[in-house]
């Protein structure tokens, strides 16, 4: 079946330091993905939209200069958190829409961030 | 807008049908689904289920859907400790993105 791969899955960065997430689907190509943000004990929130080629389209709230998306491949789409802050700490989930049919998600395992 | 509601715990004994309950407001959505989510994991697709459908049933689980009253539910029989986790249903509506509610916390007692 469909398989996401998310790295790092958990990463503890000091204050100022920027931090790369990848997101990958391993054995099917995705032109879009989709970006994540999980506060404890909460729903997702959906940050971005990845695609292939393009901008990401990021929804509102969301600062662009703050989480830079890069979608350079078929399988590959990484969030990268600049300048982080305590208060970017958090659980980043990726997906990616694995078939035509249904508009069914597989995620990543996600990636546990903490900002000390 | 899009909005998806269920409720935040859901407490059963081992052996006992769980039944957890969701509503949602956009009318187009095309497909419902189940994702299972357990602790400091990703979700899991358990089961979907398209709009045009009442019911489906896979192993242990059952979905029904009434379109008219936008109420979504997920029937789990035979409910066992390995199920303990957290239960989101999603619609895709005119947005055609998933909207998620915000999570139902299953606990299954001995």
């Known amino acids: 079946g469909a398989v996401v791969s998310q790295h790092p899955s958990w990463v503890i960065c000091k204050s100022g330091t920027s931090v790369k997430i990848e997101c990958r689907s391993l054995d099917f190509q995705a032109t879009t993905m989709f970006w994540y943000r999980q506060f404890p004990k909460q729903s997702l929130m959906l940050m971005a939209t990845s695609n292939e080629g393009s901008k990401a389209t990021y929804e509102q709230g969301v600062e662009k200069d703050k989480f830079l998306i890069n979608h350079a491949s078929l399988t590959l789409s990484t969030l990268t958190v600049t300048s982080a802050h305590p208060e970017d700490s958090s659980f980043y989930i990726c997906?990616?829409?694995?078939?035509?049919?249904?508009?069914?998600?597989?995620f990543g395992a996600g990636s546990r961030l903490t900002v000390l | 807008g899009e909005d998806v509601e269920q409720s935040l715990f859901l407490s059963v004994r081992e052996g006992d049908s769980s039944v957890i309950n969701c509503t949602y407001t956009d009318s187009s959505s095309t497909y419902l689904y189940w994702y299972k989510q357990e602790p400091g994991a990703g979700l899991q697709l358990l089961t979907y289920?398209?709009?045009?459908?009442d019911m489906k049933q896979d192993q242990r689980l059952t979905v029904l859907l009434n379109k008219k009253d936008k109420h979504l539910s997920l029937r789990i029989a035979d409910t066992q400790t390995g199920d303990s986790a957290i239960y989101f249903c999603a619609e895709d509506g005119s947005a055609r993105q998933l909207t998620f509610g915000s999570g139902t916390q299953l606990t299954v007692l001995p």
């Open positions: 997906s990616a829409k694995s078939y035509s049919g249904a508009n069914v998600l597989t």
């Open positions: 289920i398209f709009s045009n459908m």
